[in-house]
T-cell receptor
Framework: GAGVSQSPSNKVTEKGKDVELRCDPISGHTALYWYRQSLGQGLEFLIYFQGNSAPDKSGLPSDRFSAERTGGSVSTLTIQRTQQEDSAVYLC?????????????FGSGTRLTVV | DAKTTQPNSMESNEEEPVHLPCNHSTISGTDYIHWYRQLPSQGPEYVIHGLTSNVNNRMASLAIAEDRKSSTLILHRATLRDAAVYYCILRDGGVQGAQKLVFGQGTRLTINP
């Protein structure tokens, strides 16, 4: 597609429930990233994919968080047993390749609210 | 990734040029200089990036010092829509380089009508 697409744009869930957030990167982009941004805070790196593999998962805050990417395209970020501190905007970005010579395109994000 | 230093905030007037500075004294030879901006309630947006030579695109210009220890993002004619937080980030261009963007606090740009 023309840009990075994320769905849903907004998600309200009850504490303890599982949620899935989806990211459709730009076609042909091999690198995909997940970030989150809590209200009034900076961007926090979560995980990076090169193709379908994730060489850097260092930002995942706990084992309740997991992500996968299939077909070198769509990625899903799953949060199990959601907690109120998980409330944030979850952002996805893609890049033609992972190296620094390539710019990144971000999606508009999924605003997650855990009540 | 090497560290960058930016002013916390800057203010300018509509229709005037804006020069946003960034210091990166520990930059390595393979580091690219990237600029992104984040408008209120939106995800970050790519602005421009470069390695050694100055770069121009439809959004802005990037002026890179000869020793590459600093750079300046230039908005030629600011509009109210340019009010955002601007991030200067170094990214390793090497194959084995770190792969994620690390966002600092950036510069909050205010544009006065």
């Amino acid at each position: 597609g023309a840009g990075v697409s994320q769905s849903p744009s907004n998600k309200v869930t009850e504490k303890g429930k599982d949620v899935e957030l989806r990211c459709d990167p730009i076609s042909g982009h091999t690198a995909l990233y997940w970030y989150r941004q809590s209200l009034g805070q900076g961007l926090e790196f979560l995980i990076y994919f090169q193709g379908n593999s994730a060489p850097d998962k260092s930002g995942l805050p706990s084992d309740r968080f997991s992500a996968e990417r299939t077909g070198g395209s769509v990625s899903t970020l799953t949060i199990q047993r959601t907690q109120q501190e998980d409330s944030a905007v979850y952002l996805c970005a893609s890049s033609l390749k992972g190296q620094g010579a390539y710019g990144y395109t971000f999606g508009s994000g999924t605003r997650l609210t855990v009540v | 990734d090497a560290k960058t230093t930016q002013p916390n905030s800057m203010e300018s007037n509509e229709e005037e040029p804006v020069h946003l500075p960034c210091n990166h004294s520990t930059i390595s030879g393979t580091d690219y200089i990237h600029w992104y901006r984040q408008l209120p309630s939106q995800g970050p947006e790519y602005v421009i990036h470069g390695l050694t030579s100055n770069v121009n695109n439809r959004m802005a210009s990037l002026a890179i010092a000869e020793d590459r220890k600093s750079s300046t993002l230039i908005l030629h004619r600011a509009t109210l829509r340019d009010a955002a937080v601007y991030y200067c980030i170094l990214r390793d261009g090497g194959v084995q380089g770190a792969q994620k963007l690390v966002f600092g606090q950036g510069t909050r740009l205010t544009i006065n009508p």
